[in-house]
Every structure is written in C-alpha cells, then in structure tokens.
C-alpha cells in the first residue's frame, strides 16, 4: 500500500515513514489499489507532494512565483539549464527584449507547467521502468520516489554549478556592444560611443546632431542617455545649462575660457581627446570641442543614482572617428 500524502510505500500498520501520515482505512486502501495501474503508482510516486494538483491543476501558482526556482525544486534540472543558458544568452543583446521575455515566460510557465512536469515524470518513469525490469513493483516505486519528489538541496547544488557556468561564459560570450555616432559627418568627423545594451533609442530627433536613449527597466526610475553635437558658436550658451546670462560664448576660445575657469567641471582626457564634466549624485554632463568636426559635443546621463552606474562604460567608449572610418 501507498500513502495517499507522498506516494511512498507504507508499513503494515499502514503508517508512511517520510511524511508521518496515517492510512487509517487500510482494507479501502487495498481494495482501491488493486484497480491502479503499474504506471500510475511509479507516477503517484515519482510526482509525491501535490500529486492531485499537478495531475488535475490547470495552473501552477508556486511555479508561476518561483519559475526557475520551482523547476530546480521539482529535479528538472535539465530544462533548467537549458532556460537559464538562452537566457543568458539573450540578455547580453537586447535588456529590453530580455526583460519582456522573463515576463512573458514566468506567465505561461505558470499555465504550462503542470502539463510539462506531467510529461517529463511519465518520461523518466519509462527510462526507469526500462533500466530496472527485472525489479519487483514495490522496488520500482520505491525507485521513483527516489528519482522524483522534491530537493531544497539540488537548488542549492545547481545554482553553485550555474554560477561557474555563466562566469565561463561571461568571458566566452562577452557582451555584444552597441555603438553609434552624432555629428555632421559632411565636416569629415563624428563622435562614436557605445550604447549600454539596457537602452533603446527613443525616435525623437530629426538629424544626426543629437540622440536620446532610454533605460525603462525601471518605471518609477527611467535612466536617460543623451548625446548633443553644436556646430553654432552662438547657442553654446543654450547647450550649457548653467551659463550666466550674458557670458558671452559665441567662440571655440570663449568654451576653453569657461571650462577653465569654471570650478565645477573637471578636466579628463578620453581616447587622446580632452572633455570637461561635471556630475552630482543622480547625473553627470561631458563637454568636448572637436576641430575637425569644429563644434561642441554634450553627452549626458541623468535620472537617478542608479543612472551613474553606466557613466565609466559610456566615458571610455568616447571617441572622435572620420566619417569614413565609422563606414567600414
């Protein structure tokens, strides 16, 4: 006889020794049992907690919570493995696409995964059913039990394995990066930075002479990215948010002056070009005038703390490239 509770075998007094349960009923229990069949009883066994639920549930709650997590708990390591590699994988060319796709997963995981755990215990009972013929019923069953049920401990084990696999994979399958340019390339010379790949381009420019992205991974803390190039002396003041009325920039020569003068910005050089900039807890502004292309570019990152994160990757990727150069 089997426990109604976990599937394992009970003892003759009709008591389950992994979950305490007592079969009080024990002459129903084996006029019932004798109508089950072989593979229903491996299955009983192999599936063990919530056996009712997943056989006859059209929708897993703790699956749709714990997604990966359940999986791991229910001992399907290989299709764990097989989701967390692809998604891996995606989320190193497009964060907004991965995002969308975990929520379109964990929703349709939560619906699909009873019929998925259905299939796969019946498959490994076959496997085992196969390996052990010449094993008596109660050995099959007690194997099953074994094969199947649920481990806190295989979570455990296989995030420490997955951990030393996407770190091997970090380094195999570095992140794809993005780049773009700004500027008038009729002037022989644009700006090329590279684009985090959390951000997508927001359509709101009409020309090549400024760019706007954006990081919605979070509502309530939107990340902007934008890029500005001036070929206009006269506006610089419009570009520079924090000029005095009446400074008077409408030259090369005018931008230097107040850069220098001017004690909140410092000065770096980045990829043999000098760019001033200032930042605060939630934004930072870089400054650079390119000769070749003679105007003045303003890269900016602001939003929140959060935003600053990405400000080292960006700075680094700056550049001034031949137009002909970023064709190739």
């Known amino acids: 006889m089997y426990c109604t509770n976990c599937g394992n075998l009970l003892d003759k007094n009709g008591y389950c020794k992994n979950c305490n349960n007592k079969i009080k009923n024990n002459e129903n229990n084996i006029n019932n049992e004798k109508n089950i069949s072989l593979d229903d009883k491996l299955l009983f066994s192999y599936i063990g907690n919530n056996y009712d639920k997943i056989k006859m549930g059209k929708f897993n709650v ?14 399907m390591y290989l299709p764990s493995l097989i989701i967390l590699f692809i998604m891996n994988l995606l989320s190193k060319f497009s964060y907004l696409f991965f995002n969308i796709l975990i929520v ?15 299939a796969h215990a019946k498959k490994q009972i076959r496997k085992i059913k196969v390996k052990n013929s010449n094993l008596s019923e109660n050995n099959l069953i007690e194997i099953a039990g074994k094969k199947g049920g649920t481990s806190y401990l295989g979570i455990i084990i296989f995030l420490i394995i997955w951990f030393i696999i996407s770190t091997i994979l970090n380094f195999i399958i570095p992140e794809v990066k993005k780049f773009d340019t700004v500027g008038d390339s009729s002037n022989g010379y644009v700006l090329k930075y590279t684009v985090p790949s959390e951000f997508i381009r927001v359509p709101i420019d009409v020309d090549n002479k400024s760019k706007t992205y ?4 979070s509502l309530n803390a939107i990340c902007l990215y934008e890029i500005y190039y001036n070929d206009d002396p006269f506006s610089y003041n419009g570009l520079i948010l924090d000029t005095k009325e009446g400074y008077g920039i409408t030259s090369e020569l005018d931008l230097l002056a107040y850069f220098k003068n001017n004690h909140k910005y410092n000065k770096v050089t980045i990829n043999k070009s000098v760019w001033y900039y200032k930042n605060d807890d939630t934004s930072v502004d870089y ?12 890269v900016s990152l602001s939003g929140n703390k959060r ?5 080292d990757k960006i700075a680094k990727s700056l550049s001034f490239v031949s137009a002909s150069e970023n064709k190739k």
């Open 214 to 217: 954006a990081n919605f991974s």
């Open 307 to 311: 935003c600053l994160q990405y400000k």
């Open 62 to 75: 703790w699956a749709w919570f714990f997604n990966i997590l359940y999986l791991l708990y229910r001992k």
């Open 104 to 118: 379109v997963f964990i929703i349709l995981l939560g619906f699909n995964f009873n019929k998925l755990y259905l």
């Open 287 to 298: 400054y650079s005038y390119d000769k070749n292309s003679e105007g003045l570019y303003q």
